[in-house]
């Protein structure tokens, strides 16, 4: 079955350019979270959504830094006028409802910033 | 503040033998743990968990201790194989929010 698809894998742009990074979850999931991996770091939690909500947007890093979910489905990372320390892999995952489901990763996009 | 630790950042095992990784936790309030395993270029997929109320849980090669007064878990495998060669990170939760927390991960190499 289809697992958690992230586009695009990769994404160079230079600063101060918007970007777009997508998810999409696996069918039926409800919970969606992103979470962002800097070169030698852990995963840091960036946004929750529960259906097209989010409860908390406290991990984003900075107001440049927004995040949407639309039909309980898609979800899109937006990072607006991107600075060199926003180069990170940005990886999306989804879980069922139910409580201590694992989460399914998709494969991360790959953002540079030149 | 980093509420899951994974102190080794590396681990080189010889195929064959035995492979722990280490995790300690600060959050008293953690009461479900997991494991994840990444490869490079690829997202984390899921490999064990265990519940505060358990403290062991074994799946085929892989077995996770909890000891909760040392607020520390250790992911053991056996017997470890090259495809074992991967980061490993272990996460944390507390029942009721939706927020996992990640360690920093354990770059595992299982030589051939």
């Known amino acids: 079955g289809a697992g958690v698809s992230q586009s695009p894998s990769n994404k160079v742009t230079e600063k101060g350019k918007d970007v777009e990074l997508r998810c999409d979850p696996i069918?039926?999931?409800?919970?969606l979270y992103w979470y962002r991996q800097s070169l030698g770091q852990g995963l840091e939690f960036l946004i929750y959504f529960q259906g097209n909500s989010a409860p908390d947007k406290s991990g984003l890093p900075s107001d440049r830094f927004s995040a949407e979910r639309t039909g309980g489905s898609v979800s899109t990372l937006t990072i607006q006028r991107t600075q060199q320390e926003d180069s990170a892999v940005y990886l999306c995952?989804?879980?069922?409802?139910?409580?201590?489901?694992?989460?399914?990763f998709g494969d991360g996009t790959r953002l540079s910033i030149l | 503040d980093q509420q899951v630790k994974q102190n080794s950042p590396s681990l080189s095992v010889q195929e064959g033998r035995i492979s722990i990784l280490n995790c300690d936790y600060t959050n008293s309030m953690f009461d479900y743990f997991l494991w994840y395993k990444k490869y490079p270029a690829e997202g984390p997929t899921f490999l064990i968990s265990i519940s505060s109320i358990k403290d062991k849980n074994e799946d085929g090669r892989f077995t996770v201790f909890l000891n909760k007064s040392a607020k520390h878990l250790s992911l053991h495998i056996v017997p470890s194989q090259p495809g074992d060669s991967a980061v490993y990170f272990c996460a944390a939760i507390t029942s009721g929010t939706y927020k996992y927390i990640f360690g920093t991960g354990t770059r595992l190499k299982v030589l051939a």
């Open positions: 995952a989804s879980s069922s409802d139910s409580q201590y489901q694992p989460q399914h």
């Open positions: 069918s039926g999931h409800t919970a």
